[in-house]
Each structure stands twice: as structure tokens, then as C-alpha cells.
């Protein structure tokens, strides 16, 4: 049975609605940000310097552009 065909068994319930759009979002929103918050403590000597980063969006700590727009 291929890709199209199991559209029509018609599991569509609102819970899996509901559960793609959790997964995305922590997906997006939490998982997404780890590796500029790693790459932002790295560049950051201290605690405070890396809180002070976070209120200017991380653009005072000199990541590479290239590097901060993949990350």
C-alpha cells in the first residue's frame, strides 16, 4: 500500500493533530535553539556576560554571521 492510499484508512483524529503540532513546536522552539546557546557559551567568558548576550539576541559576543544565521 503506498503513501496515498493510506490517507484514505481515515486516521485523522484531533489527538494526532494536536500531537504533530507539540512535536513541532518543541521541535522549533527547544531543540532548535541547543546548539547557538552552545555556540553562545563558548563564546561568552562568564554567566553574566552570556545573560547580558541573550538580552541583545547574542550579537554582541562576535559569532561569525555565516555561523550565527546556519545556527
Not at 19 to 26: A, W
Not at 27 to 40: E, K, S
Request: proline share 1%.
Amino acid at each position: 500500500m503506498n503513501y496515498i492510499q493510506q490517507a484514505y484508512k481515515g486516521k485523522s483524529e484531533w489527538f494526532h493533530w494536536v500531537l504533530t503540532i507539540i512535536v513541532v513546536f518543541v521541535g522549533w522552539q527547544i531543540i532548535g535553539v541547543l546548539p547557538l546557546t552552545a555556540i553562545a557559551i563558548m563564546h561568552s567568558a562568564n554567566f553574566s556576560e552570556f545573560i547580558a548576550a541573550g538580552e541583545n539576541n547574542f550579537m554582541t559576543l562576535d559569532i561569525d554571521k555565516n555561523l550565527f544565521l546556519f545556527l
